[in-house]
């Protein structure tokens, strides 16, 4: 398999994720999380009692956080600088407060330099919102992965219950419509479809069908 760049961008809670990482172990590619960078400065910005959205400070933030990823089973680990974050970046403070920090010129002019450099030698699935437009605009392979606001909902409450997480499908829903919002609507690297895109709506779809529909896609593309 030539080492190309596969980019898998969408609305949250979409599958992005689970089905970035299977795609990647399948090829043997590195996978590379790009809201988990986000999630990341977000959490250092807490921590550090940052304004979210103090761009310069912001700017200063992130000249003194590494975000590393560490290959494990059943998924990789996050670190920023030598403390673990895997599971203190997937709370909801955090998830709704990340659309104001990854709106932060300087912390997307920072991040898209890094998911480059990360991208540079190819072999890599990554998934985020700006991939294909903003960070890989000649990644050989471009998916855009939607679902209804219900499913993405209904996903991740059913995420929540393993987590002990009990907010109420409707709350959920409106959360993910406002997120939607604020990611398609911000100045800089709004998610939208690239054009070289190729659209799978995963609604109906299990994970195994999704994989297989970007594994067909990733073969058309590549012979
Ligand atoms: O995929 P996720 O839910 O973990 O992403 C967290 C947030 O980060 C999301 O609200 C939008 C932002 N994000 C972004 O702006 N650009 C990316 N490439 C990835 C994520």
């Given at each position: 398999m030539k080492k190309i760049q596969v980019a898998i961008d969408g609305p949250a809670s979409a599958g992005k994720s689970t089905v970035a990482k299977i795609v990647a172990k399948k090829l043997h590619f590195i996978y590379c999380d790009t809201g988990a960078m986000y999630r990341s400065v977000t959490f250092a910005a807490l921590k550090n009692h940052v304004k979210l959205d103090d761009d310069q400070a912001l700017k200063e933030l992130l000249k003194t956080i590494q975000i590393r990823f560490v290959p494990a089973e059943p998924e990789q680990r996050v670190f920023v600088n030598d403390e673990e974050v895997t599971q203190a970046i997937r709370t909801p403070e955090i998830t709704n407060n990340v659309s104001l920090v990854s709106a932060q010129p300087s912390v997307r002019a920072e991040l898209t330099k890094r998911q480059q450099e990360i991208a540079e030698a190819g072999g890599i699935v990554m998934d985020g919102r700006d991939i294909g437009t903003t960070v890989l605009p000649n990644a050989e392979v471009k998916i855009f992965l939607?679902?209804?606001?219900?499913?993405?909902?209904?996903?991740?409450?059913?995420?929540?219950?393993?987590?002990?997480?009990?907010?109420?499908?409707?709350?959920?829903?409106?959360?993910?419509?406002?997120?939607?919002?604020?990611?398609?609507?911000?100045?800089?690297s709004p998610l939208i479809q690239a054009k070289d895109a190729v659209l799978v709506d995963t609604t109906s779809l299990t994970i195994d069908q999704v994989v297989d529909k970007i594994l067909e896609i990733i073969d058309q593309k590549t012979n």
């Open positions: 939607v679902a209804s606001v219900h499913e993405r909902a209904v996903r991740r409450f059913k995420e929540n219950q393993i987590k002990g997480i009990d907010t109420p499908l409707d709350v959920l829903e409106k959360e993910i419509e406002e997120r939607d919002y604020k990611d398609s609507h911000r100045e800089i």
